[in-house]
């Protein structure tokens, strides 16, 4: 089976960094992504990993090591919109093609 | 504007009265895929589809059903709802398991 395990809660202050965590037991592991979903809203895609290192887009990067199942998503010069849930989400390569095995998500709260 | 609809964006809905959740995408992407998503437990995928014409069991499955007639369309269907059926529930697309791009959801309450 899978196992991915993430914080259920953070709170940050407005401008500063943060760095979400994920950890992860899986076969057939096919890469990582992480989602944002505001709250009553759809999850939409932020970031994907798939070797090894370092992703950055803008605010957002993500971190991937294959070897020690481990991911993390760090976000920079927080502002308040980036209160929201952060999913990661395994992508594993099964019988039935591609999936994505999610956590639970991390809730994010963005303070003054 | 190309994306995902899913219909109705909310329900509520009788025990063991039959329902079905739409969703159309105009991606043309090849996979599929419905998850509920409940407090707690995160995302979990009920059915997925390849292709059209092919569909697949997720993780929680039981008392759901789907078909996938064309490319565009894969609707969920309840077939006697039940109060634990009570999710958000989301469809979501990709093309050759890239990114997975989500519907705005369906809230349905089982009473």
């Known amino acids: 089976g899978q196992n991915i395990d993430q914080p259920t809660e953070m709170t940050a202050t407005e401008g500063a960094i943060v760095q979400i965590n994920c950890t992860y037991q899986t076969s057939g592991f096919n890469g990582l992504f992480w989602y944002q979903q505001h709250a009553g809203e759809a999850p939409t895609f932020l970031s994907y990993n798939v070797l090894d290192g370092l992703e950055e887009k803008g605010r957002f990067s993500s971190f991937l090591s294959r070897s020690k199942g481990y991911s993390y998503l760090l976000l920079k010069e927080l502002q308040m919109k980036d209160s929201a849930s952060y999913l990661c989400a395994v992508s594993r390569i099964t019988g039935g093609g591609n999936k994505l095995t999610f956590g639970t998500g991390t809730q994010l709260k963005v303070e003054l | 504007i190309a994306g995902i609809t899913q219909a109705p964006t909310s329900q509520i809905l009788a025990a063991g009265r039959r329902m079905t959740l739409r969703c159309t995408q105009d991606?043309?992407?090849?996979?599929m895929y419905w998850y509920r998503q409940d407090l707690g437990l995160g995302l979990r995928l009920i059915h997925y589809s390849n292709t059209a014409g092919t569909t697949g069991k997720g993780e929680v499955p039981d008392g759901y059903s789907v078909s996938r007639a064309n490319t565009d369309d894969f609707p969920l269907t309840l077939a006697s709802a039940v109060p634990s059926q009570t999710s958000v529930y989301f469809c979501?697309?990709?093309?050759?398991?890239?990114?997975?791009?989500f519907g705005a959801g369906t809230r349905l309450s089982v009473l």
């Open positions: 979501a697309s990709t093309s050759n398991g890239g990114i997975q791009y």
């Open positions: 991606m043309r992407h090849n996979a």
